[in-house]
């Protein structure tokens, strides 16, 4: 909803997602794929578990990464490249493993030795690489 009162325009949010490429490495074709899955792009969005924001952060992993307003599309999008980074970095660069983490939390990745056999975490993983895989 381009100019509602939860809007952020294209080009601020591609301006914060390229730097936030930069700053981590992580591909922004990643960050604005995890960006329409988590959020469609609503910086106000809260789901049904409480994440909060674009890139829906938990309020724990907000806190971790020093976020102080989660609806904050810098802020967000600060903690939530950075986080995605650490989970690649942890799964040795597997996309999927990030994702199902970044969706399910490690602890669920770790546990079940891949991607967890939760239908939402499976449809999740499915359809943002299918997003990073468009167009190529």
């Excluded at 990464?65 to 660069?93: C, I, K």
């Amino acid at each position: 909803m381009p100019n509602s009162p939860h809007s952020i325009d294209n080009p601020t949010l591609s301006r914060i997602i390229a730097t936030q490429s930069a700053r981590t490495g992580v591909p922004v074709k990643l960050i604005t794929a995890v960006i329409h899955a988590e959020s469609n792009g609503d910086p106000s969005a809260v789901s049904r578990t409480g994440a909060q924001g674009l890139m829906q952060l938990m309020p724990a992993t907000a806190i971790a990464y020093g976020v102080v307003n989660s609806f904050d599309p810098l802020e967000n999008v600060t903690a939530g490249t950075s986080y995605l980074r650490d989970l690649l970095e942890r799964y040795h660069h597997n996309v999927r493993l990030a994702l199902a983490a970044y969706n399910a939390g490690p602890g669920a990745v770790d546990a079940f030795h891949g991607i967890p056999p939760f239908s939402e975490t499976r449809i999740y993983v499915a359809r943002v690489t299918a997003e990073l895989h468009a167009g190529t």
